[in-house]
């Protein structure tokens, strides 16, 4: 087998470097290539151009970038006519993936999409030009299921991968130990994002709260992990210049060793709260963006909530507070009130619990299951006669 993929950030190449891992037990010779990051690059695939090129976050700010973002498009559609793969998988990414899917899928390549576009949330327009792009759609949540099938798209639930890599019931000390962390003090974990603009409108929002709790509660401690070396100078630089006697450890690449090891977690929206969640931590969800991208997604938007973990359990488990209500005073109380409250913790622990066993669904092998039918499928529709 000959696949294309491309992943437009970390959690999409993480999803693929355990996808290619399954697809390879069944074909040992698979080929791959498209754009993709360490994960997908550790199982031999061909990445045609920096993942980093492709991952913009927003409605505002990947206008700037849209030049470039449409040449790379153009560019791999043209790879993948002259190397044609035997199916294509567009993993996350919709903006950038749904019209490169909708070209290829016109020549006659196999598509599936991989990671459910929020359709469900905003944009429910959407779903007919998904219909018209891809082959199937591969949800890693249940209700995200039950809305393809209300629309007549081709669609299977596979669980997610990560529910299944972390244990149901993490170890804390082993955590601890590896991180060489004190067994018995309180860590707050700071994750502010992997991206640049995450790290531009919330790691300092996230170092202010960290001070400003320092200040009442001296025998806290917190701990923070960047996803690469620069990501993590870039954080070094705003606690040395806003807070330099902060009581705080950095690791790079250990995001979910600093979860497992942490008493209650600072998270900002998006995958990083799934993972906080199925290591069974009381969370602090903040998000901001730029003032005129969050204007729009106002009046856009339409969920109750936009932490995962609420969103999953349809109820508020965990707070969130977004844009201006994100502010250090806020922040700090509700992660407070976790550590003086661990009844509340208790609680908290067995809904996580529910939630991360209902996603369990061995993911990566659920996921090269339905390519590799899709893959059967064509190939034997492409061998009978006209």
Not at 9 to 38: C, F, I, N
Not at 308 to 327: G, R, S, T, Y
């Amino acid at each position: 087998m000959n696949i294309g993929i491309v992943a437009g950030e970390a959690s999409g190449d993480l999803l693929g470097g355990g996808l290619l891992l399954e697809l390879q037990r069944q074909y040992p010779h698979l080929t791959a290539s498209g754009v993709g990051g360490s994960a997908m690059l550790d199982t031999g695939f061909s990445s045609l151009y920096d993942m980093e090129r492709l991952a913009v976050m927003g409605l505002v700010e990947p206008l700037r970038r849209l030049p470039e973002l449409f040449k790379i498009r153009q560019a791999l559609f043209r790879y993948f006519t002259l190397h044609r793969p035997d199916v294509f998988v567009g993993i996350d990414s919709p903006d950038f993936n749904l019209g490169l899917e909708l070209k290829l899928r016109r020549a006659g390549v196999p598509v599936v999409h991989y990671v459910s576009p929020s359709v469900w949330a905003w944009r429910k327009k959407r779903i007919h030009k998904i219909a018209k792009a891809v082959d199937l759609v591969l949800t890693l949540f249940p209700f995200e299921a039950d809305f393809y099938r209300e629309h007549n798209v081709p669609v299977q639930f596979v669980g997610h991968p990560l529910a299944d890599l972390i244990p149901l019931k993490p170890n804390t000390l082993d955590a601890r130990r590896a991180l060489k962390l004190d067994a018995n003090t309180t860590y707050i974990a700071l994750l502010p994002g992997s991206r640049r603009n995450e790290i531009k409108y919330l790691a300092e929002l996230f170092i202010d709260t960290a001070e400003k709790i320092s200040l009442i509660r001296p025998e806290l401690k917190f701990i923070t992990s960047a996803v690469n070396a620069e990501r993590d100078q870039e954080v070094r630089a705003l606690c040395r210049k806003l807070a330099p006697q902060l009581p705080i450890e950095f690791f790079i690449g250990k995001s979910h060793e600093v979860m497992a090891a942490a008493d209650v977690v600072l998270v900002t929206s998006g995958t990083a709260t799934l993972e906080t969640m199925l290591f069974k931590k009381p969370m602090v969800i903040a998000y901001r963006m730029a003032e005129m991208t969050y204007q729009i997604a106002r009046h856009l938007v339409k969920l109750p909530y936009i932490g995962l973990p609420n969103l999953l359990a349809k109820q508020l488990l965990v707070p969130e507070f977004i844009q201006k209500e994100a502010h250090p005073e806020q922040l700090g109380s509700a992660l407070l009130d976790f550590i003086d409250h661990p009844k509340k913790v208790v609680v908290l622990e067995k809904k996580f619990l529910e939630i991360h066993q209902t996603l369990r669904c061995n993911a990566n092998e659920q996921a090269a299951k339905a390519i590799q039918t899709l893959f059967q499928s064509h190939r034997q529709q492409s061998q009978i006669p006209s």
